[in-house]
């Protein structure tokens, strides 16, 4: 008994279930459920392939054979599974309604859409397509690398050189642990086109990729219905896609139709679809079917649904969508092994992997070309040497005792290489021939061309990747077809999106949190001085703070002063009119009572590599990469980390090399370099940006660009262009210098931000008014001046905001007399633009 207990080793069971559930996890992901981004299959289906093709030779031009001795010699060499799991997925591969482009050829019943399973594997056979060979295009080359299968006695591929981007073509599903994937299929044509825009131009977004992926294809076919699903999964990774059956609708005789199904959506099953039709008809929940029958044949599929008299199709199809799967969603979440790891990618990271991949393999097969041809060139080389010195080497070898000696001998004599002296010896005498003399230095001169050649690819990334377009472009030409899957807009599905026109509209904001877009050709420019029209009727106490021209398809970035960013597409923002209060932001977003939007950013487009900088009442800036705020939840993110008595009042794109100018309440104003400040995470706090005075704030931060001015405006309405050159640049958290010198008469400054002459300005007061003025009208000061009167105020009122705004046409105002004496522009005055899409308070 004590024997027993020596050896028992005490363990913690809690450390132990973790250890032991991460391996088998890990286990699960990488080995079994998950495909590799670079060749889109999991190690079951790579491990079939590979066995077929390098073991067994079941190429397109041999006959068919059992499938049994596939599963046997994978089972045996490479796969130590069940038989089932392997033939199961052997049967997958060929079967042209569960994957787009085949890569097995099966011979015999390998199951059907009705759900019916294939017949034994003694009883099938199999063989590769065509396409399948190009996953295995030059694997002899050492294009990738190989691993020892499970008793390390033969070695098997990590992955396959993959020639064509089989994740997006055929797609992949499974289930691992934790974490599943279901990645639609796509045409090939479609998927190589958008492989090709990439390499043409390495920078491309997600909406370039778009022109050429549309959408997926499936190979059942079937409508798709709008594009906004397919734009997140494109975009995100994630996505739910909404496909329907096509259907028609055929007259027969005695006022008497029948809808006729011709294509299901992607892994319906067809004879549990017509079962549950049956079912509804049966139970009497679906009123004027007659009869239902499965006309479908091998010439395609025809679902026959005969309807009763005067009975409307319209009518019985929008009922089947509901209740049937004619209309199913597929779920996209596009997760695949990056270097091992499971990760969520877009379109454009799987199209990057893959070229990352192709790279790779044609590099390596371009160095393993190199090393034989450099090889067979040195062999060649001693050939025709020897050859020039045939009677002298024949006597040596003659007198020679035995070969070796003859070896060592020549490599002495005329300073051959072992391999070239052993290819002399080898060499039979009808290589002495003239002609023979002629042929191989042809040889080696074509040797010479392809050696030159191949280091040119190895030297020239652009000719590396010109290599792998015309290769992929041969793979299109050869296997590309027609989509099978129709995009459409149907009616009661159709993307909001797509029904929305493109304009740019004007997103204004109320200090009490209500929003509205509005045409930007609402207001017209007035000369400096003029009263104003009203933009807005708000409560009371309520005026309006910050405007932003967005485009109505852009999406929109709103930062609150607790920290946090929220996200809204600009039409979902309600329209209203010039005279509307607007929406409670409440309502849109899922802010919290004590939270306030203090700025407005419109996303910019993919592929530019951006920051967002943040600065805070309390004279606190913080960088953050804009990657970081690429998934906007519905619920927001954090922004910055603010301390309790901070607030957040201005937000900049900035691509690094920026200059920053932060302008105070006081007057005061410091400018620097972006450099100066390190990028860090959305969930931190910053850095001081300036020493503030006790009763001072941060109320304006804008990056200097070339060819704009400083314009400065008090909160009386007062204002005053200025060289930007005249604010010297110093380090982060100085004390600055005066942007304006600020009065009784001008009250404290309002905005500070960077204008062109040419544009103009939109002044906001607290009474809802506003006002645009030309820039050009408003004197060039320098820095420490008042400036001049840019708009008259009503008693009481201040000026709580500035947007910077196109220049509108040349067109005379028409002024009418106002009550007071003062100046309004009448109704009848020409349409202006409104601010462009750089435009912020």
Do not use: W
């Amino acid at each position: 008994m004590s024997s027993i207990q020596d050896k028992l080793i005490p363990m913690n069971l809690e450390s132990e279930l973790k250890r032991s559930f991460i391996s088998y996890a890990m286990a699960v992901i990488v080995d079994r459920a998950l495909p590799d981004v670079r060749d889109g299959l999991k190690p079951v289906h790579r491990r079939i392939l590979y066995d077929m093709a390098a073991e067994l030779n079941m190429t397109p031009d041999k006959p068919y054979r059992k499938s049994a001795r596939v599963v046997g010699d994978v089972l045996g060499k490479y796969h130590p599974h069940g038989d089932s799991s392997v033939y199961d997925a052997m049967v997958r591969l060929a079967q042209p309604f569960n994957i787009r482009y085949p890569l097995v050829d099966g011979q015999g019943n390998f199951g059907s859409i009705d759900g019916d399973g294939a017949a034994a594997m003694r009883y099938t056979e199999a063989r590769l397509q065509k396409l399948a060979m190009h996953l295995m295009e030059g694997i002899e080359k050492d294009t990738v690398d190989f691993y020892p299968n499970f008793d390390e006695t033969l070695m098997q591929p990590a992955v396959l050189p993959s020639r064509f981007p089989n994740l997006l073509v055929n797609g992949s599903n499974g289930i691992a642990v934790g974490m599943a994937t279901n990645i639609p299929p796509h045409n090939l044509r479609e998927v190589i086109n958008g492989v090709i825009c990439m390499i043409d131009n390495p920078d491309c977004t997600v909406e370039d990729l778009m022109e050429h992926i549309k959408a997926p294809d499936f190979p059942t076919g079937g409508i798709i219905l709008g594009r906004r699903g397919t734009r997140e999964a494109y975009f995100t990774g994630h996505g739910k896609i909404t496909v329907r059956a096509r259907t028609n609708v055929e007259q027969m005789n005695g006022n008497r139709s029948r809808i006729v199904v011709t294509e299901i959506p992607y892994m319906v099953n067809k004879a549990k679809l017509v079962e549950k039709i049956a079912e509804l008809v049966h139970d009497k929940k679906l009123e004027g079917i007659s009869d239902i029958r499965d006309e479908s044949d091998r010439n395609g599929m025809r679902i026959v649904i005969e309807l009763k008299k005067d009975v409307y199709p319209q009518v019985v199809l929008n009922y089947l969508y509901k209740h049937t799967s004619l209309q199913e969603n597929f779920g996209a979440n596009m997760l695949a092994l990056v270097n091992g790891k499971p990760r969520v990618l877009n379109l454009r990271e799987m199209v990057y992997y893959y070229l990352e991949h192709q790279k790779d393999v044609v590099t390596r097969r371009t160095k393993f070309d190199l090393e034989k041809a450099k090889a067979r060139a040195h062999i060649l080389d001693g050939l025709l040497k020897a050859l020039d010195h045939i009677d002298e080497i024949v006597a040596l070898i003659r007198a020679s005792k035995d070969s070796a000696t003859a070896k060592v001998a020549l490599m002495e004599r005329f300073a051959f290489s072992d391999r070239q002296a052993q290819a002399i010896l080898d060499m039979r005498l009808a290589r002495l021939t003239g002609l023979e003399r002629e042929r191989l230095m042809e040889e080696y001169e074509e040797l010479e061309k392809a050696i030159a050649y191949y280091q040119s690819i190895l030297a020239d990334e652009g000719i590396l990747m010109g290599v792998i377009k015309q290769e992929i472009t041969e793979i299109r030409d050869k296997f590309g077809d027609e989509r099978r899957s129709e995009i459409s807009l149907v009616e009661g599905e159709i993307d909001v999106e797509d029904l929305i026109a493109e304009e740019d509209m004007v997103v204004t904001m109320t200090r009490q949190g209500y929003v509205k877009r509005i045409a930007k050709s609402v207001y017209r420019a007035q000369h400096r001085g003029g009263k104003g029209v009203t933009g807005m009727s708000t409560k009371d106490e309520d005026y309006a703070i910050m405007m932003r021209v967005v485009n109505t398809h852009q999406e929109i970035m709103f930062f609150t002063n607790r920290g946090r960013v929220y996200s809204l597409k600009c039409y979902q923002i309600p329209e209203a009119g010039r005279n509307a209060r607007g929406t409670a932001m409440v309502n849109l977003l899922q802010i919290t009572g004590d939270e306030k939007v203090t700025a407005i950013l419109p996303v910019p487009k993919e592929g530019a590599d951006y920051n967002v900088v943040m600065a805070t009442k309390g004279g606190i800036i913080k960088k953050t990469a804009f990657n970081e705020f690429r998934n906007l939840r519905k619920n927001g993110l954090i922004a910055v980390v603010l301390k309790e008595d901070d607030e957040l009042v201005g937000v900049q794109l900035t691509c690094g090399t920026d200059h920053m100018i932060l302008g105070t309440r006081k007057g005061m104003c410091i400018r620097f370099d972006e450099g100066a400040l390190r990028t860090m995470g959305r969930i931190s706090t910053g850095v001081k940006a300036m020493k503030l005075d006790e009763d001072d704030e941060i109320i304006d931060m804008s990056k200097v660009e070339e060819g704009l001015e400083v314009l400065a405006i008090s909160a009386l309405g007062y204002g005053k262009r200025t060289d930007p050159e005249e604010y010297r640049a110093q380090g982060r958290n100085g004390k600055g210098v005066r942007a304006m010198n600020l009065t009784e008469k001008t009250g404290d400054m309002a905005a500070l931000m960077l204008v062109h002459p040419d544009e103009d300005i939109m002044l906001i007061t607290d009474d809802g008014t506003i006002i645009r003025a030309r820039v050009q009208d408003i004197r060039l000061c320098s820095r420490n001046t008042q400036g001049v009167r840019v708009m008259k105020l009503d008693e009481g009122s201040r000026v709580v905001g500035v947007a910077r705004a196109e220049a509108e046409q040349e067109e005379e105002d028409i002024a009418v007399p106002a009550e007071g004496g003062e100046t309004v522009a009448s109704a009848e005055a020409a349409e202006t633009e409104m601010p462009n899409e750089n435009s912020e308070i």
